[in-house]
């Protein structure tokens, strides 16, 4: 019933990694389905949660989230929709995260969940790296990108990421300690990782 985190700097192949991860063990590999998930506890389109998390820690989101009401939105929607700032979005984030631990069985790819399963008894945290120019290598290899659209896609992800975990009150997420296993992808291939993996989980 083990739980499986893994956060990567981007472009490291932790989506990649998760996927083989989870076949591997039998396990949910757990990403777009929180989205899907979020949007339905919170009432709101999934594109809405989509386009929220990109822009996470944004000027727009923050000036939205400290202008709008929840009064208002409740008297004005009446409701019938639901209404997604900051504060909902992580409420809902660690609930969603939390029940998909205790049920077990389950890889979750970032979103913060080393930090919000810190202290949960069954779970792994994995922590992936690698040097800026291999993680643009491996998004052209393996999203068919530009080498200009690769590096820029990188760039912005990781400050995404680390406005995420901002949000979460967290900084430092690269710090080995919170981590049972890092993983440097620049020294390892994707299936030996796999492998260091299961063993550690079993």
């Known amino acids: ?46 594109n809405w949660v989509e386009a929220f998390e990109k822009e996470a820690g944004s ?33 809902y984030l660690v609930l969603i995260i939390a ?10 790819l970032g979103r913060g969940s080393q930090f919000i399963l810190d202290d949960h008894p069954d779970a792994f945290h994995i922590l992936m790296i690698d040097h800026f120019e291999n993680r643009v290598r491996f998004m052209m290899e393996n999203y068919d990108l530009s080498r200009s659209k690769a590096e820029r896609v990188v760039r912005n992800e990781d400050k995404r990421r680390a406005n995420l975990y901002s949000r979460l009150g967290k900084t430092g997420y690269e710090d080995p ?13 994707l299936d030996t990782a796999v492998d260091l993996v299961e063993e550690m989980v079993h």
């Open 1 to 46: 019933m083990a739980v499986i985190t893994i956060s990567r700097q981007f472009g490291a192949g932790g989506r990649t990694l998760g996927q083989m991860l989870a076949k591997r063990l039998g396990y949910t590999f757990a990403d777009n389905n929180i989205i899907q998930m979020l949007a339905k506890e919170a009432n709101v389109s999934a």
């Open 99 to 108: 029940r998909m631990a205790d049920e077990g069985d389950v890889v979750i």
């Open 177 to 189: 300690s919170l981590y049972h296993l890092v993983l440097n992808m620049g020294k390892l291939d």
């Open 59 to 91: 000027r727009l989101s923050k000036l939205i989230s400290g202008l709008v009401s929840q009064k208002w939105i409740d008297r004005v929607l009446g409701g019938a929709y639901g209404y997604l700032d900051e504060q909902i979005y992580l409420d």
